[in-house]
């Protein structure tokens, strides 16, 4: 009491400097816990940090090379261990929309822009060839699977069994429990052959079992060693505009990549939500470039990012629940402080995602996609989702939709209509539809038409830094 006493009066009792610090965040914790308005305001001001100790997280990977008594490998090792594991230089960087060639462009770069630097995939511990760059070469004493699923998932049992000589599996079972998990080491396989011949296209996230020197283990990716068609159109470039080719070869491209190692991180397939996401068709995106010499046209192939459905699901990032009227800003990736929003309904597997999303980056390709037409504008993307859908194959019922802001002016569902990837502005706010609620079109009825009670205005001009206004009815 003597101690109230003496606060009460104005005698505060005496404190170190890191005493009263303490205090006060204290205080400020109390404050924010008890009134949760407040949260979204306090993390205007805080710098996002990437981890407690301010390392992204690491998630080791193995990459086995495959080739078979009909069909080589043609890629080096150290190619592989650049697609996958290097962080590009500023120069590298500046390429990383140049079709041909190596640089500029890695698997890494990808995860590290989209995840704002908290995750990367380190490679393996072996001692095969280089030691400890993560790829190890197998030559199997069978021939190639070409279209056959099974006999692909048998020739990387086998490629497995190949490779456990160089690698010791066990120090990847953290936990202890007989298993390896995609999080504790993740597996990509690359199957010599190219696209264009009769290899044909294995691109795929395998959910079979696997025998890891006596470990279990479930899901692994496999991909096609190169990209032939884009070695004919290389030489042909080349030859119109009279320069040496430098390049003989080209990997499968990062979309590819970072599509199949989406599954690995629990996202299915979501084609028909349009070139918003790497899960759907966003690996195909590209823009279009005139080839140095000549008068010739390509496209440049390069991945979007994942949608928030995904970031969330592969626990790259923590979704902010609004309960809460009041302004709230969302960040793009390349501010370094990407968030996403959730709106829970009366059912717990349906719900709202809010995330910001500009042309920058990888996701330059969305404004100058020419598979399908690009994006006018960039903003905020609003996302319906119905876990108990499980997938995005019935255009009514999906897992995934995205809210398309477009859909106010045209009448009617683009994609839907289109029954394609093609959305035609999604984002908001778009001329003639500045609200999303239980009035507007579209709408945040459920799929049982249930109205929310809700509703999302005064959306701010596109930008990196976006806010918007959460009304709860």
């Known amino acids: 009491m003597a101690r109230l006493r003496g606060i009460r009066a104005g005698r505060f009792p005496a404190m170190s400097k890191k005493q009263f610090l303490l205090t006060v965040v204290m ?3 109390a404050v924010i816990t008890i009134f949760p308005v407040f949260q979204h305001v306090f993390a205007e001001s805080v710098p996002v940090e990437v981890s407690g100790t301010n390392q992204p997280v690491k998630i080791p990977m193995l990459v086995v090379l495959m080739e078979y008594k009909d069909y080589k490998l043609t890629l080096k090792d150290e190619d592989w261990n650049r697609k996958i594991f290097s962080l590009p230089t500023k120069e590298e960087e500046d390429r990383r929309f140049d079709l041909f060639g190596h640089l500029g462009s890695s698997v890494n770069n990808y995860y590290k822009e989209i995840t704002c630097g908290k995750f990367l995939f380190e490679p393996a511990v072996e001692n095969y060839g280089t030691s400890n760059d993560g790829v190890i070469r197998v030559s199997l004493d069978v021939k190639h699977p070409l279209t056959d699923i099974r006999a692909m998932a048998q020739a990387v049992n086998h490629a497995v069994s190949n490779a456990s000589q160089y690698i010791d599996f066990s120090r990847y079972d953290l936990d202890k429990n007989k ?4 999080m504790e080491l993740s597996l990509v396989f690359v199957s010599a052959g190219g696209y264009g011949d009769k290899t044909g296209s294995k691109n795929r996230h395998y959910y079979y079992g696997l025998n890891l020197g006596g470990l279990r283990r479930k899901g692994y990716v496999v991909v096609t060693e190169r990209r032939d068609d884009l070695k004919e159109l290389y030489a042909k470039l080349t030859k119109a505009a009279g320069v040496e080719a430098k390049y003989k070869d080209f990997p499968v491209s990062v979309g590819t990549l970072v599509h199949e190692l989406g599954h690995s991180f629990g996202s299915p397939d979501l084609y028909n939500i349009g070139h ?35 970031m969330v ?38 719900y709202f995602l809010i995330e910001n999303r500009q042309f920058e980056g990888f996701d330059r390709t969305l404004g100058t ?5 690009p994006l006018k504008s960039a903003g905020i993307a609003i996302w319906h989702i119905n876990e108990a859908f499980g997938n995005n194959e019935n255009m009514d019922k999906k897992l995934v939709d995205i809210e398309e802001a477009s859909e106010a002016t045209l009448g009617y569902s683009h994609i839907k209509k289109n029954r394609n990837h093609n959305p035609c502005d999604p984002f908001y706010p778009l001329k003639g539809n500045s609200e999303f609620s239980s009035n507007s079109t579209p709408n945040n009825l459920t799929y049982n038409c249930e109205p929310q009670p809700w509703k999302i205005t005064d959306f701010s001009a596109p930008a990196r830094v976006m806010t918007f206004k959460f009304n709860r009815l």
């Open 313 to 350: 699901k592969a626990d790259f990032v923590k979704p902010v629940i609004l309960e809460t009227s009041g302004v709230y800003t969302v960040y793009s990736a390349g501010t370094g402080r990407y968030n996403v929003y959730k709106i829970p309904t009366k059912n717990l597997k349906e």
């Open 179 to 182: 298993s390896v998990s995609r």
């Open 369 to 373: 996609n020419t598979n399908n037409r």
């Open 27 to 29: 205080l400020l914790s």
């Open 276 to 310: 918003l996401t790497s899960l759907s068709g966003g690996q195909k995106n590209g823009s279009i470039a005139v080839f140095p010499g000549t008068k010739l046209e390509y496209t440049r192939s390069t991945p979007c990012h994942y949608g928030a459905y995904t």
